[in-house]
């Protein structure tokens, strides 16, 4: 059915109209004729940015005029058919503004912010071509395409893929140092290890950058499989000493034997622990199982989202509506959990995910391996991150979870909510009535409803060494976090030594064990939940119950979020 309306959409004629009644024609005009870019192309761009909203508004118009018995005789086709004839009269748009006011609004953001998202592409290309060229050692004689969304938006504006020529580059509208810091510290491990490792290759400028695309090669050998997570280990130590955070199973790829981050925009963070000396470092959110690379769970996300490891599972929690045909109504809207699914973060051997079993040692022996390297070369690390402090490192800090953002977004976005305002503000409202303000009061809030008017996912940031919580290019809140990530990594490099490895590795195998085991009783085993996954008999008969011995200190400070 989403097909058939999408059919309807594109057959109608109903984007020139949007087009016309918003007057970007000129704007449209003005880009073909500065940087010689089809017109097509852009066209393409635009239906696309405004496909998901449309969708839903067509099927609930298509449903309307049903109901009325405008076009309610025929078959599905005929129907479709009446259906395209309405949107094609001259006056569709505005009768289609009148019965959802919102939707002139949204429409009006949406396709002004992609004209200028292709426009500031198209320019940042053209001054920077000849050092695109040089640096990645391509011929860069036009762009041939864009593709935007390729990420979260964020500022009106998002990671785009761009072909330049027969090069497929990422445009990212931000300076990417992260990415220079974390290149640094796996160099650092590079030196005194055995294992070199793989990072994309990024051109940064102040206020953009173009990376490279790193080519997903999921299908390995056993042996090259223990190589990958050999290595991973590696960069989970990079990444626990860091503090990063949310390298869950989108920011990672698979390229043959080289595990790959793709997005270092949180590779380090601030904290508000109070106690980072007096806990001995052993709260979890200070822990490796904060860098969403191990599987975690809480009651909101029950499903693994982890960077590393892969198992089916389906929500108990979470749910996304699909439109399906019926034959007595056409279509109906119904909910369906959500599952995870095979992405290029999933290792495969002879098509299938890896079983976890055959590389856990090799993992661990990375990992403790890893941060012997860093808590023997100290200095070395310090020097790194002193690099970067004095650059702007901007660090984004997540607040909420991205998924929370989007639920407000999909729900924005529905008809009901396009029909009239008040519907519109009390989704808003959900957000500010359900907040418990800090002494900051509410001020963070009042922006993320601000960003969500505009459909931007919220981004809030800090710098390397700073301790203010940042928002479009100000200071939101000064003294937001009472350590800067700097003083963090200082803090836990203070405190590395081979207690703190053991204790470490230690809730590495915890949250392994909890993922592919049931625990059926605190002083008992675990029992396994897939015969395919034969946890070793150290996870199962150990580790379900040392939680209990081992003291955590959870963070304990006020929370907003």
Known sequence: MINSINETFEKSGLLDKIIIYFKLEDKIHLIIENYSFPEQKILSILKNSIDSIMEGILLDKFDSLKSNGIISEGSLSDKLEKFKELLEIEDA??????????????????????????????????EDKNEIQNFFKIKANSILDIELDCGDKHNNKSVAKVLIDNTELYYKPKNLNTDHLYRDVLKLLDKYSNFDFKTPSTLSRRTHSWQESIQISQELSLYEAKKYYERAGYMLAACEVLHSTDIHFENII????????????????????????????????????????????????????????????????????????????????TKVPVQTSITPNVVLIEGEPLNYRLVIDKLIKGFKDGLSIIKNHKNELLDIVEKYYNKATMIRIILRGTQVYYTFLRELQKPDALKNRSNHEKILNILLSSFTPSSFGYLRVEEEIKDLRNQNIPYFYTYLDSTNLYFEDKVLCENYFKHSAKDNIRHTLGMLDSEMIDYQVHLLKLSIATEFANEDNMNSDFTCNNTDIDINKEFTDSYPFKLLKREIFSNTSESDT
């Open 93 to 126: 748009i505005s009768k289609l503004f009148y019965d959802y006011p919102i939707l002139e609004e949204q429409l009006s953001i949406t396709l002004n912010n992609v004209i200028a998202e292709i426009v500031d592409i198209l320019n940042d290309y053209q």
């Open 254 to 333: 698979v390229s043959g034997e080289y595990p790959v981050i793709i997005d270092t925009e949180t590779i380090s963070s601030p904290t508000n622990h109070d106690n980072l000396v007096n806990d001995n470092f052993k709260s979890i959110d200070q822990s490796v199982v904060a860098t969403a690379m191990l599987p975690s769970r809480d009651k909101l996300y029950d499903v693994n989202v982890s960077g590393l490891f892969y198992r089916p599972s389906s929500s108990n929690t979470l749910t996304t509506n699909i439109i399906i045909e019926d034959a007595e109504s056409d279509y109906r809207e």
